[in-house]
């Protein structure tokens, strides 16, 4: 269990460097986070884009960085297709996402023979740092998936498992986020929760413990649960909300970072590669966290 970032970045100073492929680079804030990422963890990176842009900022952040590390390149699509490439040919083992539209990105990473597509669902995670909570909380998926059937919401599930796994959680708690914990097949997603908490049960989600359908005072609330005679292991102590559509995820994270004072990171899971995936507008900070969480 991670309290915060900065507990999360305690974990990453060792092991073998990685290579992270920036796709249109030439961003203040982008590079500002991939340079920071480098000082401070095993990290190597190429950078996709406008090699004068990408210099001209470089030297306003005090930075040089090796001319062999740039890949000049023009348009997005161009910027896109040149850093999947390098990813797809195994020179990468994180892809991120610069000054670019995530759809061009996705499109690109997406393609059958030259992309970086596994077999299962991609999937986006944003993992967040609030105040009010007393670790990182995962929102899952606010980002790809726009109105999930049961079978992608398993494999979201599948995905945010087999990943929370690498950040040593063993066995990952799961609240399946509704308006309400009651059962109604006139809110389909309720009845998507109560079949993967069957699922669960049943051992066909990994190693997890899924609730569901629960509405979000009971996610984190023993007491409101206690209240209303829900009995949970997952109230109160949720690692992750699994939410029931991406308007859901995207409502929920955006309030907590602007009404709540949360930090945020964020990534697509799923692919051959983590790939960093934030808001173009997203902080120098933010875009550091969701490197750290993609390596």
Known sequence: MFAGFD??????????????????????HTLEAI????????????????????????????????????????SDAECARKAVALVHDGLGDVL???????GILLKTALEKNTGVRSSVTLS??????????????GVTDGGMLPTPTLEQKADIVRNTVSFYRRLGYERPKIAALCASEA?????????DAAKLQLMCRNGELGDCLLEGPLSFDIAVSPEAAAIKGVSSMVSGDADVFLVP???????????????????????ILGAKVP?????????AEEKLFSIMLCI
């Open 245 to 267: 559509n991406i308007t859901a995820g995207n409502v929920l994270s955006k309030g907590l970072i602007h009404w709540g004072g949360a930090k945020m990171a964020g990534c």
């Open 183 to 191: 059962v109604s097949g006139k809110i389909p997603e309720t009845v």
């Open 124 to 137: 986006h995670l944003a993992v967040l740092e609030v105040p009010a909570y007393r670790k990182l909380i």
């Open 7 to 28: 507990e999360l970045r305690g974990g990453l100073t060792n092991g073998t460097p990685k290579t992270l492929v920036a796709a249109a680079a030439h961003d203040l």
């Open 96 to 102: 991120m996402k610069g000054i670019l539209e995530s």
């Open 275 to 283: 790939i960093v995936l934030g808001s173009r507008s997203a902080t």
């Open 35 to 74: 340079y920071a990422a480098a000082k401070e963890f095993p990290l190597k990176y190429i950078l996709v884009g406008n090699r004068n842009r990408i210099m001209d900022i470089s030297s306003k952040l005090g930075c040089t960085p090796n001319p062999n590390a740039i890949v000049d390149a023009g």
